[in-house]
């Protein structure tokens, strides 16, 4: 990461990482998405989308910002249409639902190193304009002190707010984000489909989602990944790149 990579993390909370895939790959992603084979965890899709768990332009930001351990959580997609709606502004302390882990979304600076709790790489296969909708954030909340002190109908976008952004995402960009930080999702009014893969990772020894990976339900892992899709633990962990 460049120091001011580092400086917009640190500063807002999220961080939008342009080009990470090629026309080519997005083109492959949306292919298999148009056949509706769409069954289970992204990453079990094939091997366009296992290799996004440790995808080598975002390797470098994983290990900068959660550390050498870092660990694959849980992944997802969201695909929208226009004038559907998603959920509202959440995250930091009141981020936390039944099956998770509130206590994994954290934001810590100590001595020139940045560290998250549960994190997020949004991988963009559509474009998202401004006022599109999709992704929309508090930027800098996952620092704030009053998060609870938010209206109602400002965390279910009833209500504009000056503070409440949406930034603007290309297909093939990576949106970056700490759930310290408050967002959510705003309804989606482009004509063409929200296409979103949201990879969620941890520091090695934590967990979000206690519905572990389990590697024989993959083929073709490649060591490092089997590193990466490793339970929770403390102690003697493998770091995901090796040394």
């Given amino acids: 990461m460049t120091g001011e990579e580092k400086f917009q993390?640190?500063?807002?909370g999220y961080l939008v990482i342009k080009n990470v895939l090629s026309d080519e790959e997005v083109a492959e992603m949306n292919t298999y998405i148009d056949e509706d084979k769409m069954n289970g965890r992204p990453s079990q899709w094939g091997e366009p989308f296992?290799?996004?768990?440790?995808h080598p332009k975002i390797l470098p930001y994983l290990i900068t910002l959660l550390g050498p351990h870092v660990r694959l959580d849980h992944d997802y997609a969201i695909i929208m249409n226009s004038g559907e709606k998603r959920g509202r502004l959440h995250g930091g302390e009141d981020g936390g639902r039944a099956g998770g882990n509130v206590g994994d979304h954290w934001y810590k600076y100590r001595d020139g190193v940045i560290?998250?709790?549960?994190?997020?790489?949004?991988?963009n296969l559509a474009d998202a304009p401004?006022?599109?909708?999709g992704f929309a954030c508090i930027p800098a909340s996952h620092k704030s002190n009053f998060a609870p002190e938010i209206p109602g109908d400002v965390r279910s976008f009833e209500r504009d707010a000056h503070y409440v952004v949406q930034p603007p995402l290309e297909a093939g960009d990576v949106l970056f984000f700490t759930e310290a930080?408050?967002?959510?999702?705003?309804?989606?009014?482009a004509s063409h489909q929200r296409r979103s893969l949201l990879y969620k990772y941890?520091?090695?020894h934590s967990a979000w989602s206690d519905n572990y990976y389990n590697i024989?339900?993959?083929?073709g892992?490649?060591?490092?990944q089997k590193r990466m899709l490793l339970p929770p633990s403390i102690g003697r962990r493998p770091k995901v790149v090796e040394q």
């Fill in 115 to 123: 560290r998250n709790g549960l994190s997020v790489m949004t991988y």
């Fill in 9 to 12: 993390v640190d500063l807002e």
């Fill in 181 to 189: 930080l408050i967002h959510g999702t705003m309804p989606w009014t």
């Fill in 221 to 224: 892992l490649t060591e490092q």
């Fill in 50 to 54: 296992k290799r996004l768990i440790d």
């Fill in 202 to 204: 941890s520091p090695g």
């Fill in 216 to 219: 024989e339900e993959y083929s």
């Fill in 130 to 133: 401004a006022g599109a909708g």
